[in-house]
């Protein structure tokens, strides 16, 4: 399992804590590149529509990283739960 | 039958161009205010973004873009995402120079192209087409205007 860089550990509190998440993951694209998606998973995007919920996360990425931090994630997952079923179903 | 239905290769200016018919198709699902045209309109944006994000592939490999068979080991994932995926995600990712470049319009305009660009290449899928749940037209809405101002950068 790939070692999260510091600033990917912080975004993945502040993630939890300002959106009350239930989970948040943050894997990276693919094996040995400095590229992560992000899946978070919180009762907060229930009935919000999927650009305003990654609108929300965007804003915390930018609070909590750098220009050259922000630039290594390279998609947000964010999901209401339940909705993990429907999102696995996708991949 | 209709002539449109056949494969073609176009060049980069052409896909800009079937990117621009494909936008007005969306903005006239989306004028019609109708929530029952909605899908068709996110669908729509997304695939001007699909079409963009090939034009740019097809622009920086432009050789692998023409072999349509005995594509060699190391270009078979561009060639597979030129000819055969709908994934925006993994067309991005191939896309490196590009996402800085939105990144600085993003920058120099204060609006966030580049947050917009990965959310579209994100949730975007052409199950869409399939779909039996139906969305808003101010979603829609919301995703063109996105789309709007994206594509005048990804050009």
Known sequence: MTELPDSMKRLEERLRTDLEAESVEIDPVEPSTDRFSVTIISPKFIGMPDLRRQDLAWEIVDKVCSREESMMVTAIWALAPGEITTYLERL | ?155
């Not at chain 2, 899928?125 to 996105?146: G, Q, V």
């Open chain 2, 1 to 155: 039958m209709a002539r449109i239905f056949e494969r073609q290769v176009l060049k980069p200016s052409q896909l800009y161009a079937v990117a621009e018919k494909r936008f007005g198709d969306a903005k006239a699902l989306c004028d019609t205010q109708d929530n029952e045209r909605a899908n068709g309109a996110m669908y729509l944006c997304g695939f001007v973004v699909e079409i963009l994000l090939k034009a740019r592939l097809v622009r920086l490999h432009s050789s692998t873009a023409k072999m349509r068979r005995d594509v060699p080991d190391a270009e078979r994932k561009i060639s597979q995402l030129i000819w055969r995926s709908h994934n925006l995600l993994e067309m991005l990712v191939e896309l490196r120079p590009l996402e800085a470049a939105v990144k600085k319009a993003a920058e120099r305009s204060g609006q966030p192209f580049d947050h917009w660009l990965k959310d579209i290449c994100t949730t975007w899928t052409i199950h869409a087409r399939y779909s039996s749940r139906s969305t808003t037209i101010a979603e829609a809405r919301d995703m063109l205007d996105r789309v709007r101002q994206l594509k005048e950068i990804l050009k």
